[in-house]
């Protein structure tokens, strides 16, 4: 056990085969995406102690530490939705400090896209009808709807427009349009969001994030590994997580999301404010909640969201690039999503995001980044607040 807690760096990271792709198992992109972040990392295998996973088979964490040859003596199969990977950082990052595990590899795939295309999958995956669910599954509350809702709410509280929200997604496009990983490229205006077919008042198609097929994975560290890897570490300043509500009845407040508790906890233990960070990675399934996680986060006052997203604020040469691959409206998006939110924060301050890279004041690299994970609908929220020296 260390004296005093270890500092934990991300010293590896990768992204598997993205998009489309329809030949690989999951357990094949877990593999893929698994490899490629040990290599980037430069250490060797057997210094990972810890694992994490969730969303694939009944015992997770097992199932894939099997399929790719590990043995691990700390694991996590935490699972709450979109966040999950926020969350489970955390996790990861509290057992290393500690002398729990001394490297975590967490790490998703998903062929949610190549499932429905071949007919193995028909729908969305269903959360079935019990516990509080019982009470809104009867009355086809579905979770786009959920979202939708929370929307209408925050329109009719502050005077929110659909071309504010729809400028998100114009946003999210632009920042994908230089990412030559991202599923969708073509620039869209504010008209085609509008104009797109209805999915749940006041989402179009466009509002709603992609389904894609894909997986990442990220290694974490104690810092006495960082002197063997090839690359700049980006530490783990902060981390917050926080759950709210599962039935929609028990949600006090339609316009705050989690990552209100989750990222002042963040900033606070990261010892930094919304005014310090650089570039922003949030959960997009929506539009809405890029809006209110923003305001949530503390870049803006409650309420003031709309106003805020527009003029090109959110775009990698705005004021906050926020999504800068393009985000799930536009990159990718093959389920719980957070784990490529720490992947592109990290590749932006390691500068290594080639034509879709930030460059701040002066053509510096960006410095600190906050990745905001929000699971199920709005359920849950993990919050990371990263640096490099």
Known sequence: MPSTPRKVAIVGISLSDCGRVDGPTPYALHAQAARRALADSGLERSVIDGFGSAGLGALAPVEVAEYLGLRPTWVDSTAVGGATWEVMAA??????AAGHANAVLLVYGSTARADIKAGRRTAN???????????????????????AMAARRHMHEYGTTLEQLAQIA????????????????????????LDGPLIADPFTKLHCCIRSDGGCAVLLA?????????????????????????AMS???????????????????RAGVTPADIDIAEIYDAFTYMTLVTLEDLGFCAKG??????????LTREGELPVNTDGGGLSACHPGMRGLFLLVEAVRQLRGE?????????????????????????????????????
């Open 91 to 96: 996790h990861a990052a509290d057992a290393i």
């Open 125 to 147: 995956l269903s959360f079935g009808g019990r516990g509080p669910l019982q009470f809104e599954v009867p009355y086809g509350h579905t979770l786009v709807s959920k979202y």
């Open 170 to 193: 114009v946003q999210a496009r632009a920042n994908a349009a230089a990412n030559p990983d991202a599923m969708f490229r073509e620039p869209i205006t504010v008209d085609d969001v």
């Open 222 to 246: 104690a810092e006495e590994y960082v002197t063997d890897t090839p690359k700049a570490p980006v530490w783990i300043l902060g981390t917050g997580e926080y759950v709210s509500h599962a």
């Open 250 to 268: 028990e949600w006090a407040d339609f316009t705050l999301s989690p990552a209100a508790v989750s990222g002042r906890l963040a900033f606070e």
């Open 304 to 313: 003031e969201g709309g106003p805020f997203v527009e003029k090109g604020r």
């Open 353 to 389: 995001a080639g034509a879709h890279q930030v460059r701040k004041a002066g053509g510096r690299l960006p410095k600190v980044a906050v990745a905001s994970g929000t699971g199920g609908w709005f359920c849950s929220s993990g919050t990371v607040v990263l640096g490099r020296d």
